[in-house]
């Protein structure tokens, strides 16, 4: 079993910055990754990045490539995304994720709970 404690959402203006971090304990030897997914009302959950723990190979959904940058610390067990240049469309849930390295939901077999991102025009 994985845990995943998200922080560092909030409310930002259209052009601002976010950091978010993910918290991992338990067996987080057995995956391979983390990534980080988002959830806006009413649409599917869509991937954002991912990064390998072991390497650091990263990938990231065209939406957010150049504006976002994923990072981890092996060492804390922990998993970063910072946002830059925000836009309103990137409001939503964000959700961290340990599994095996993929861009769909369904690689992933641990969740976090979610914080929040609102980016105001």
């Known amino acids: 079993q994985v845990l995943l404690v998200e922080s560092g959402g909030g409310l930002v203006q259209a052009g601002g910055s976010l950091r978010l971090s993910c918290a991992a304990s338990?067996?987080?030897?057995?995956?391979?990754?983390m990534g980080w997914f988002r959830q806006a009302p009413g649409k599917e959950r869509e991937f954002v990045a991912t990064?390998?723990?072991?390497?650091?190979?990263?990938y990231y959904a065209d939406s957010v490539k150049g504006r976002f940058t994923i990072s981890r610390d092996n060492a804390q067990n922990t998993g970063t995304l910072q946002m830059n240049n925000l836009k309103p469309e990137d409001t939503a849930v964000y959700y961290c994720?340990?599994?095996?390295?993929?861009?769909?939901?369904?690689?992933?077999?641990?969740w976090g709970q979610g914080t929040q991102v609102t980016v105001s025009s």
């Open positions: 990064i390998k723990w072991i390497g650091g190979g990263t």
């Open positions: 994720a340990a599994g095996r390295l993929g861009n769909y939901a369904g690689d992933y077999a641990y």
């Open positions: 338990g067996r987080t030897f057995s995956s391979v990754a």
